[in-house]
């Protein structure tokens, strides 16, 4: 399969080989198969069908995972192979940072870390190489908030790591927690989602658990409550969260959404007047019954479809609805234009990018490269790297992908070393992540 990126690429994070934002797809042709991709904010990562992790984009921090906490300032092209990473089974980005699971259950880090977002208890402001989580060993799942990231342990606790100051962390609100905390009421959950304040987990039994901050209605119990059961869901089979709002993705297809919806991005189709309103309780988004895969940016969301084609709603002020237009807000779903056969899809706060077969094609913002095509941005799908693509991780301004083979590939801005090369340097293309 290919893998395809668009957006904004002032930092080569769309890993086409360019610093041109693309409105449309773009393949990253040097990335190859991939089976994941993770997008943070300035850089992008790729699993391989190897296993073997490539990164591109920004490579501040050590983003790239290339090894090399000083690096260079030099801008290089090209998606990075993360390194000291492979057998990678999941994969997430966050702010400047991104996580992953390897097959032997370990939790590896790289990037960012003024806010203890790598959980290794060190002080270091920024990581450019991963570098595993010593007190877990059995993970089979991680999420990335802004600042936070959680694991899925295999006996369905949740802890989790970092910023701290809304209660994020499951925990009363307190300074940053360096290393994995246990999440308090959670022995049975088999996925997790962050935001930026919040965090939910899903439960075995498909219903949904939240915690942190409820000032938007991200608990989504109806209540004002400060954790709890998600009100009227029971059949839940994943999950995503954007800033201050999260969705499910239903066993039947459908999406449901709650939480803030200031710019649209619970879909349910609301009026102008409605908009200032939280929505507290889950609530369908319009005309979507057919999702496998739904990703949610801070402000928007978009589902990837069972004829392989997706759709958008929400925020589109830098075109990250991939719909040909950079108009201010769409409350209804609207389709991504020209993409096809999609296998993998993921949203950044203001970019998004997809996987056809190899392709990797991404829309939006691309100012860091986290698009992987040349230009500063495209409202539509532009390709860009070529990647054997299992799965796709975007962050603010990189993108990551999982590789079919177990590798990680980034791509995009690489100030906090997100790229996971070793350097801080720039990648407009995938670089092979160190593990």
Do not use: Y
């Amino acid at each position: 399969g290919q893998t395809r990126c668009w957006g904004e690429n002032r930092d080569g994070r769309l890993g086409d080989g360019s610093f041109h934002n693309r409105p449309q797809p773009v393949t990253l042709s040097e990335l190859g198969a991939a089976s994941d991709l993770a997008l943070g904010d300035r850089h992008s990562c790729a699993l391989r069908s190897n296993g073997s992790i490539a990164c591109w984009g920004d490579d501040a921090g050590g983003a790239l995972g290339q090894g090399d906490a000083e690096g260079d300032a030099d801008e290089r092209t090209g998606a990075r192979k993360v390194l000291r990473v492979g057998d990678v089974v999941d994969l997430a980005s966050g702010d400047g940072f991104t996580c992953a699971v390897d097959k032997t259950g370990a939790v590896l880090c790289w990037g960012r870390n003024d806010k203890g977002q790598l959980g290794d208890a060190s002080s270091d402001p920024s990581r450019p190489s991963a570098g595993p989580i010593a007190d877990i060993n059995d993970a089979v799942a991680v999420a990335a908030g802004l600042e936070q990231a959680c694991a899925v342990r295999q006996n369905g606790a949740v802890v989790c790591w970092g910023s701290n100051d809304a209660g994020q962390l499951g925990r009363p609100k307190s300074a940053p927690l360096r290393r994995p905390s246990p999440v308090p009421k959670i022995d049975d959950a088999v996925d997790v989602t962050l935001g930026a304040e919040h965090g939910c987990a899903l439960r075995r039994s498909g219903e949904v658990f939240c915690w942190g901050s409820d000032a938007e209605g991200q608990l989504g119990d109806g209540a004002g409550a400060r954790g709890g059961k998600v009100a009227n869901l029971a059949d839940a089979s994943a999950l995503t969260s954007g800033r201050a709002h999260t969705c499910a993705l239903r066993r039947s297809g459908s999406v449901v959404c709650w939480g803030s919806n200031i710019q649209g991005q619970i879909g349910n189709g609301a009026g102008a007047a409605q908009l200032k309103q939280p929505v507290q309780v889950p609530t369908a988004v319009a005309k979507l019954d057919d999702a496998t895969e739904v990703a949610a940016g801070p402000e928007h969301g978009c589902a990837r479809k069972r004829d392989g084609k997706a759709v958008c709603w929400g925020r589109n002020d830098a075109g990250q609805l991939g719909s040909g237009t950079s108009s201010s807000v769409w409350t209804s779903r609207v389709p991504v234009k020209d993409l096809t056969g999609l296998t993998a899809l993921d949203i950044g706060p203001v970019h998004a990018c997809a996987a056809s077969g190899q392709r990797i094609s991404c829309w939006g913002d691309n100012g860091a490269g986290q698009g992987g095509f040349a230009g500063p941005s495209s409202p539509t799908p532009r390709q860009g790297l070529t990647l054997d693509v299992a799965a796709l991780s975007l962050g603010k301004d990189h993108s990551c992908a999982r590789l079919r083979d177990g590798e990680v590939a980034c791509w995009g801005s690489n100030e906090f070393g997100q790229l996971g090369d070793g350097g801080r340097m720039i990648s407009a293309r995938p670089l092979e992540v160190q593990l």
